[in-house]
């Protein structure tokens, strides 16, 4: 998927502008979309997190509310992006792209150049344009064999992704909380990665095990 983890990121909590930019984007899209309003409108995102995707500049991570998640997150679900929406800055009406990512059937984050700098109308939105795009993931296929199978069922394929830190490259497999994750090096030693305060710890056990499955 994408390189979200960034010792240089930033970190703020979401913002109403973004909620109803999500919510409004969302009501005009066709009906097979609106089940994702309700992630929208029941606290599900706590932490916006941007400048983390090195694919990707102007990429807005959404972190999740860990008591809130299990009730949306399907891991065998789909993985896709909502793109080709425009956005208009107020007061210019100056057309912006706007993308909604999705990964688990879940909303993890969007696209828009130049979000936390200029202000959005958040009711001037056009969809008349939109595409789907599905993508598949090569990462996920390196990790395959790295893993034992009960581990395997529990990771999301559109979630692996390379996290290259301090000269060495990691595939992160599931988050644990506020950007934090769960990730395998190209030997098979699990690890669980923080960013505050910043540590690599192998778990030296199986994944399901980690997680008392």
């Keep these: 998927m994408f390189n979200l983890f960034n010792r240089k990121r930033k970190r703020r909590p979401v913002e109403k502008w973004e909620m ?13 979309f609106h089940s994702l ?24 991570a959404l972190s999740f509310n860990p008591d809130v998640i299990n009730d949306f997150e399907n ?5 896709f992006q909502i793109t080709n ?12 792209l706007f993308t909604i990512f999705i990964s688990s059937d879940v909303i993890c984050g969007y696209k828009l150049v130049g979000a936390d700098d200029i ?4 009711n001037n939105i056009d969809v008349s344009n939109y595409t ?3 993508k598949d993931n090569p990462d996920y296929d390196k990790v395959k064999s790295l893993l034992k199978d009960e581990d395997l069922e529990l990771v999301n394929p559109g979630q692996v992704y390379e996290v290259p830190l301090d000269g ?8 644990t909380e506020d950007g934090d994750f769960v990730g395998i ?18 778990i030296n056990n199986s994944l399901i095990n980690y997680l008392n499955l």
């Design 119 to 122: 202000k959005i109308d958040v």
């Design 37 to 60: 309003l309700e992630q929208v409108h029941k606290n599900l995102f706590r932490f916006a997190l941007i400048g983390y995707s090195k694919d990707f500049p102007d990429y807005v």
């Design 185 to 202: 090096d190209t030997d098979g030693i699990i690890y669980h990665i923080t960013h505050d305060p910043y540590k690599i710890t192998p």
């Design 85 to 96: 929406i425009r956005v208009f800055d107020s007061p210019n009406l100056k057309s912006k």
């Design 75 to 79: 891991n065998r679900g789909l993985d």
């Design 20 to 32: 109803q930019l999500l919510s409004n984007t969302i009501q005009k899209l066709p009906a097979d």
């Design 168 to 175: 060495k490259l990691y595939y992160h497999l599931m988050d």
């Design 132 to 134: 789907l795009q599905k």
